[in-house]
T-cell receptor, first 113, second 113 residues
Framework: AQSVTQLDSQVPVFEEAPVELRCNYS??????LFWYVQYPNQGLQLLLK??????LVKGINGFEAEFNKSQTSFHLRKPSVHISDTAEYFC???????????FGTGTRLQVFP | GAGVSQTPSNKVTEKGKYVELRCDPI?????LYWYRQSLGQGPEFLIY????????DSGLPNDRFFAVRPEGSVSTLKIQRTERGDSAVYLC???????????FGPGTRLLVL
């Protein structure tokens, strides 16, 4: 069965610093990978997704993620964060023959001035 | 255009009561998904509709939970004999077709007293 692990429940960082949010998955078949962001009192919003092709995926708001098949990882990065990036970030996976998303438990990114 | 809408935004009920949660997907989206997000957790898949039929209901926790989408647009999630453990945010998402990006609504926060 598929599963997604986000090891860091909280990541505190100062404004303009780089950040990496880690995501590892397990699956016996090929998968699609996603990062969603949930701002306070708002719904989930897609940041980026990997379906196929280039392993480096660029998303909205300056975020990017790299798919590493050998390490079954899909870590999210941003070179310089802003206060407005403070939110909950969820990694998700979907197997190619299903349509449901399996989410990790989320990482709360807290950006300090 | 309008996004996914869910009503009510909040619902408080007593243990044992019946509740209905409504989801209005983005116009023209044929796929509709229900997820449940408990406090401190990522969203958990419940059921997926393609058109009017439930293509995958493997995530429904038990037979107290039921969902319908009679005309292939609006969907209603129905919970019978509610229990305190049903308290969570219920999220709805829709996509243009299967395997397209899922767009999430703001959720319905259900509290069972």
């Amino acid at each position: 069965a598929q599963s997604v692990t986000q090891l860091d429940s909280q990541v505190p960082v100062f404004e303009e610093a780089p950040v990496e949010l880690r995501c590892n998955y397990s699956s016996s078949v090929s998968v699609y990978l996603f990062w969603y962001v949930q701002y306070p009192n708002q719904g989930l919003q897609l940041l980026l997704k990997y379906l196929s092709g280039s392993t480096l995926v660029k998303g909205i708001n300056g975020f990017e993620a790299e798919f590493n098949k050998s390490q079954t990882s899909f870590h999210l990065r941003k070179p310089s964060v802003h206060i407005s990036d403070t939110a909950e970030y969820f990694c998700a996976v979907s197997e190619l023959d299903t349509d449901k998303l399996i989410f990790g438990t989320g990482t709360r990114l807290q950006v300090f001035p | 255009g309008a996004g996914v809408s869910q009503t009510p935004s909040n619902k408080v009920t007593e243990k044992g009561k019946y509740v209905e949660l409504r989801c209005d997907p983005i116009s023209g989206h044929t796929a509709l998904y229900w997820y449940r997000q408990s406090l401190g957790q990522g969203p958990e898949f419940l059921i997926y509709f393609q058109g009017t039929g439930a293509a995958d209901d493997s995530g429904l926790p038990n037979d107290r939970f039921f969902a319908v989408r009679p005309e292939g647009s609006v969907s209603t999630l129905k919970i019978q004999r509610t229990e305190r453990g049903d308290s969570a945010v219920y999220l709805c998402a829709s996509s243009l077709t299967a395997k397209e990006t899922q767009y999430f609504g703001p959720g319905t926060r259900l509290l069972v007293l």
